[in-house]
Structure formats: structure tokens, C-alpha cells
Nanobody
Framework: VQLQASGGGLVQPGESLRLSCAASRVIFSINTMGWYRQAPGKQRELVALGNSDGSTNYADSVKGRFTISRDNAKKMMYLQMNSLKPEDTAVYYC??????????????????WGQGTQVTVSS
């Protein structure tokens, strides 16, 4: 399963962006989905996590500003980012782990990463 992240761009502080992550094939279920980011010179960090039971977890730095969601029918994941700050500048990556329909419709596990999309917050 390949994931394609999109929606990044250059915005001013206080503005919003919505990142999207599309799966390349039919997904049976997603156990865990997440958005991560990596700023220059820093390690990749978890931004938001969505679990199969509907619960979510957010990094303290984005709580109240970012929202992770999914559309199973469209095989899409989203990260709504509001009130963006310069410190949110990074390459954002999506990740998902679950089951997909493989050959002969057999269920197979996947754990995939998107290629990253650049988010730059600057005045």
C-alpha cells in the first residue's frame, strides 16, 4: 500500500492548511494512522495519532489547533491545521497501519509512509 501526502504549502502565521493522505489501494481496515513532521536539523516527531477505537492523541504543541481524521470510503486521511505558527514549519509525513486486500482477496498487513509534504509558516 502506497500513501500519497499532499496539501502542504506556504502560509502566514495564524492561517490554516489541510493535509491529505491517499491510499493506493482498497483498504480493509486502518488500525492506526498518524501524522509526523520533521523540521530541519531535528528528529521526526509525532504530531497526531488516530487509533482504531476512534481515540486520538496529539503532541502538546498542536493540541487544540490540529485535528486528525479519516474518510474510509475515500481511503483518505486528513490533518486539519489551524492557527499555524512558524514553529510548525516542517515536512509532514502520513503513516498508516492496517489490513488491505491482497492477491485473491486475502487480507494482508501493511505499515506505510507517505512521501512527505512541506509546510512553511512565515510572514
Amino acid at each position: 500500500v502506497q500513501l500519497q501526502a499532499s496539501g502542504g504549502g506556504l502560509v502566514q502565521p495564524g492561517e490554516s492548511l489541510r493535509l491529505s493522505c491517499a491510499a493506493s489501494r482498497v483498504i480493509f481496515s486502518i488500525n492506526t494512522m498518524g501524522w509526523y513532521r520533521q523540521a530541519p536539523g531535528k528528529q521526526r516527531e509525532l504530531v497526531a495519532l488516530g487509533n482504531s477505537d476512534g481515540s486520538t492523541n496529539y503532541a502538546d504543541s498542536v493540541k487544540g489547533r490540529f485535528t486528525i481524521s479519516r474518510d474510509n470510503a475515500k481511503k483518505m486521511m486528513y490533518l486539519q491545521m489551524n492557527s499555524l505558527k512558524p514553529e510548525d514549519t516542517a515536512v509532514y509525513y502520513c503513516n498508516a497501519e492496517g489490513l488491505y486486500y491482497g492477491d485473491y482477496n486475502m487480507l494482508r498487513k501493511f505499515d506505510s509512509w507517505g512521501q512527505g509534504t512541506q509546510v512553511t509558516v512565515s510572514s
